[in-house]
């Protein structure tokens, strides 16, 4: 089992940026696909982007392409999610998890998140 700690989320305008971190420990982090989801309020859990196991290959949902770029550290286990042009539509907490490549569902425990909040 993986264990997630999330990090960096806070309050910002609109347009502004923020930088997720997501430090793993437990089992060999380099063998997993990584991802990040969201939950706004009142609505269900939303698949943002991934990176697989060797860091070549990168998705994102239609909503934050172009906006959002993940990536990994394999030297201290951690994600990044770097949130820029950002609007009020992506208020939420940001999850990060072990993703499925391919379907973008989760593939095992969660971390307590960390909220971001974009302002108007």
């Known amino acids: 089992q993986v264990q997630l700690v999330e990090s960096g989320g806070g309050l910002v305008h609109t347009g502004g940026s923020l930088r997720l971190s997501c430090g793993a420990s437990?089992?060999?982090?380099?063998?997993?696909?990584m991802g990040w989801f969201r939950q706004a309020p009142g609505k269900e859990r939303e698949f943002v982007s991934a990176?697989?196991?060797?860091?070549?290959?990168?998705y994102y949902a239609d909503s934050v392409k172009g906006r959002f770029t993940i990536s990994r550290d394999y030297t201290n286990d951690t994600v990044y999610l770097q949130m820029s042009s950002l609007e009020p539509e992506d208020t939420a907490i940001y999850y990060c998890?072990?993703?499925?490549?391919?379907?973008?569902?989760?593939?095992?425990?969660w971390g307590q998140g960390t909220q971001v909040t974009v302002s108007s």
């Open positions: 998890a072990v993703v499925n490549w391919g379907s973008w569902s989760p593939a095992g425990s």
């Open positions: 990176i697989n196991w060797n860091g070549l290959n990168t």
């Open positions: 437990g089992r060999t982090f380099s063998r997993y696909t």
